[in-house]
């Protein structure tokens, strides 16, 4: 119980610098588990979306699976089953391809 004594006499401006430590350190855990890999996410999306082809099977928000038919600045256009049906999408909506290529490691 002596070292609590001791700690309690610190130093005023020492203990707020102490006192806040624990504040910096949840913010840190915050940033690394939550921020950073949803930035990491989101820059992944942003080039998926950005290297874009024809013919390439992409899937929307809404769970529309569908082949990419042609390409414009903000919307592309859809093929999807049945009887190749054509779908304007915004190119927002995509959220991912069925059948992403592999990522050479």
């Known amino acids: 119980m002596y ?3 001791i700690l309690m006499q610190a130093d005023p401006a020492g203990g707020s610098i102490v ?3 624990p504040l910096l350190a949840i ?3 915050f940033y690394f588990l939550l921020f950073l890999p949803n930035q990491r996410r989101q820059k992944k999306l942003q080039a998926m979306l950005a290297n874009l082809k024809n013919g390439d099977r992409v899937i929307t928000a809404g769970g529309l699976h569908g082949t ?3 390409l ?4 592309l256009v859809l093929r999807v ?3 190749s049906t054509r779908l304007e999408v915004l ?3 995509i959220t991912g391809m069925e059948n992403p ?3 050479s490691k």
Do not use: K, M, N, Q
């Open 68 to 70: 990419v038919a042609a």
């Open 101 to 103: 290529p592999e990522e």
């Open 3 to 5: 070292w609590a004594f």
């Open 81 to 83: 089953p049945p009887e």
């Open 72 to 75: 414009r600045d903000e919307y």
């Open 91 to 93: 190119r927002s909506s």
């Open 27 to 29: 913010i840190a855990v």
């Open 19 to 21: 006192s806040f430590l």
